[in-house]
């Protein structure tokens, strides 16, 4: 036996890689192969094609390692606080000196009990309509001010002021610390949340205990228009302040819109649905509500240019109608002038027109001189026809031109004309005018 009271005997001295070699060689004959079942944490997957997780339980848990060849066979999508059955082997991390399991094999072995609260908070915030898309408000174009809710030693404070300072650094922000992991983690984030509510109405209204203020270049704010809320990214439990029901119902209560940008792109958490808009990282966040301020001084240069050539037109307008007006305008005597010069030239057209019309005049007189004798000819001619032919028609309506063919006139002792039987009776004396003279009759009698 070996004895401990033997001075002489000097105790082993270990290379501290040999140690862990033989630390992974005992691991290995002790327990490989082994099967563990745990909750996933932090599973990310390298640009190699490797994954790097923790596999964890309420009392403790276990780095791992799954290299590409044996994760091209994962047929399922691994995510944090799923829980999983996983075959390897136990081996030592030489370089760190780490405890990790070389997974071969992985699958579902429920959802694990974060992952199970996670889902059941969703689906009840989502029967009460938390979610629902017609909720959401659209992201203000140019915000006035800015309100930021995240942790002072976090990463993503940093990435959101580097990226809002880049894009739009005339824009205050307002930012209100509150942690973001931790069992305190909730409860500030919503005291956050409610001092930058009351800053969305009014310039006024900071509390006595608001922790921290940032406004760049103002001493006071405007109304903010929009609140970032941010974390960077993290394991299902770093994260899973932003699953609290209480702070969802806080956020549903903002009065103007919210961006939630939690984790990285793969990470979702309860304030991602509840938010009005989620961002796949804090960065992206703060690129969603600052548009380039280069975009908006272009676009005021395109207005300026618009406006500067209409000015242009216009100026280019009133100027030719100004030119016009003078033209017309011009001098009172060189009006003057033209006036007299007008009224000259209207005296000579008037003094031509008459002398024209006195030449018209006279030539028409002597024309009418000329042809009144023969007119005065030709129309006694006309009238002496007229008058032979009329003597002519009076001379064969002559009464004794019917006397001459044997009629006689008859009348009676007034001269009245007899033409008819009843004018006479017998005895009555009557005279008869012949054509050369006349007779005197008596009426003996009356034939029908």
């Known amino acids: 036996m070996f004895d401990t009271k033997n001075t002489s005997v000097k105790p082993l001295v270990w290379q501290v890689g040999a140690l862990c070699r033989a630390i992974a060689d005992a691991l290995a004959a002790r327990f490989n192969p082994v099967t563990v079942r745990g909750e996933l944490s932090g599973f990310s997957r390298a640009a190699s094609g490797h994954c790097y997780f923790t596999l964890k339980d309420a009392s403790g848990q276990l780095r791992c390692a799954m290299f590409k060849r044996?994760?091209?066979?994962?047929?399922?999508?691994?995510?944090?606080?799923?829980?999983?059955?996983?075959?390897?082997?136990?081996?030592?991390?030489?370089?760190?000196g780490d405890l990790q399991l070389i997974v071969e094999t992985m699958s579902r072995a429920g959802l694990g009990s974060l992952f199970e609260q996670f889902l059941q908070l969703k689906a009840k915030l989502e029967a009460e309509g938390l979610f629902e898309a017609s909720r959401k408000r659209p992201l203000p174009v140019?915000?006035?001010?800015?309100?930021?809710?995240t942790s002072l030693g976090a990463a993503a404070l940093h990435d959101v002021v580097t990226a809002l300072q880049r894009r739009v650094p005339h824009i205050p922000v307002v930012l209100a610390p509150a942690s973001v992991q931790g069992a305190q983690a909730p409860a500030e984030l919503m005291h956050a949340l409610s001092n930058l509510y009351l800053l969305t109405q009014s310039e006024?209204?900071?509390?006595?205990?608001?922790?921290?203020?940032?406004?760049?270049?103002?001493?006071?704010?405007p109304p903010l228009d929009v609140i970032l809320l941010v974390r960077g990214g993290g394991a299902l439990e770093d994260l899973w302040a932003f699953n609290d029901e209480a702070l969802a119902r806080v956020i549903a209560q903002s009065p103007v819109p919210l961006v939630c940008g939690v984790g990285h792109e793969t990470d979702f958490t309860i304030a991602d649905f509840v938010a009005d808009l989620r961002a796949p990282t804090p960065t992206a966040a703060a690129e969603l509500v600052a548009q380039p301020r280069e975009a908006w001084l272009g676009a005021l240069d395109g207005v300026q240019r618009r406006l500067q050539d209409a000015l242009y037109r216009h100026l280019d307008r009133q100027s030719q109608q100004l030119d016009t007006t003078a033209a017309r305008l011009g001098r009172p005597s060189n009006r003057l002038a033209g006036q007299r010069l007008r009224l000259s030239g209207c005296a000579q057209s008037l003094q031509s027109a008459t002398r024209h019309s006195l030449l018209w005049r006279s030539q028409q007189l002597q024309r009418m001189a000329e042809q009144l004798p023969l007119a005065l000819?030709?129309?006694?001619?006309?009238?002496?026809?007229?008058?032979?032919?009329?003597t002519l028609r009076l001379g064969l309506l002559d009464p004794h031109l019917v006397l001459e063919r044997g009629y006689a006139w008859l009348s009676d002792d007034a001269g009245h004309a007899i033409t008819r039987k009843a004018q006479?009776?017998?005895?009555?004396?009557?005279?008869?005018?012949?054509?050369d003279g006349a007779v005197e009759l008596t009426v003996t009698d009356q034939r029908p």
């Open 377 to 390: 000819q030709r129309g006694l001619q006309a009238r002496t026809q007229r008058l032979e032919r009329a």
């Open 70 to 96: 044996a994760a091209t066979g994962l047929d399922f999508a691994p995510r944090d606080g799923e829980l999983v059955e996983v075959s390897g082997k136990l081996s030592v991390y030489e370089p760190r």
């Open 142 to 149: 140019m915000p006035r001010a800015i309100g930021l809710v």
């Open 424 to 435: 006479t009776h017998a005895g009555q004396a009557i005279t008869a005018t012949l054509m």
């Open 204 to 221: 006024q209204g900071l509390e006595a205990d608001f922790p921290y203020k940032m406004a760049r270049g103002v001493a006071a704010p």
